[in-house]
């Protein structure tokens, strides 16, 4: 539901676009992944193992599952279900008010 309704509206795709490195991983995926360095295969329990670690919050696994990293890779945030295109703008929008105040702040110093 997801790829099909928040990832359709054009002007989101674009702007998530220009600010970050887009990837859509399928849960049960049965491709070998390179991720830092690691090797990542589909397992037995039915799960793509990144795909079930990146999903994996307080113990349970939930899927759809957003994830945004930094640069380092350090998760920035993880939205764990569906996220409509309001939540993504929303998240964008506080997202480069971080990055700008961030660029001013260090302007000053």
């Given at each position: ?49 990144l ?16 994830v ?42």
């Amino acid at each position: 539901m997801q790829e099909h309704i928040t990832f359709m509206d054009n002007a989101l795709v674009q702007e998530l676009n220009k600010r970050f490195y887009c990837l859509r991983l399928h849960g049960e995926s049965k491709a070998k992944i390179s991720f830092l360095g690691k090797i990542y295969c589909y397992q037995l329990n039915g799960y793509h193992e990144l795909a079930e670690m990146l999903a994996r919050a307080n113990g349970e696994v939930t899927f759809p599952t957003t994830v945004v990293f930094l640069d380092n890779p350090q998760v920035l945030i993880r939205y764990s279900g569906y996220i409509g295109p309001e939540e993504s703008r929303s998240f964008l929008k506080s997202y480069i008010a971080k990055k700008t105040d961030e660029r001013g702040n260090s302007q000053n110093e």
